[in-house]
Nanobody, 114 residues
């Protein structure tokens, strides 16, 4: 199993980014996918969990209304659209799934700063 994130970068407050995570090595369409983030000095926290079909997404309260999780099962890819970004959204963002064991991507850095 491999999870490869991309799309991070430096963005000004109020800006937007779209993260992508390409998955391989398992039947992607059968499994929930999640996004987590970890800010410096803080514990890793859940951002969103997207159901296997993509019809249902659960968000952490602080991300509701600003972040949107989605997936394209034909492309084995899960996305995180992040709008109205704040400096406190600065973190490394990780893709995660659990099949017969848990798997993490390598992470992509998102920095929100003016």
């Amino acid at each position: 199993v491999q999870l490869v994130e991309s799309g991070g970068g430096l963005v000004q407050p109020g800006g937007s980014l779209r993260l992508s995570c390409v998955a391989s090595g398992f039947t992607f369409s059968n499994y929930y996918m999640s996004w987590y983030r970890q800010a410096p000095g803080k514990e890793r926290e859940l951002v969103a969990t997207i159901s296997s079909t993509g019809r249902s997404t659960i968000y952490a309260d602080s991300m509701k209304g600003r972040f949107t999780g989605s997936r394209d099962n034909a492309k084995n890819t899960v996305y995180l659209q992040m709008n109205s970004l704040k400096p406190e959204d600065t973190a490394v963002y990780y893709c995660y799934t659990t099949t017969w064991k848990s798997y993490w991507g390598q992470g992509t850095q998102v920095t929100v700063s003016s």
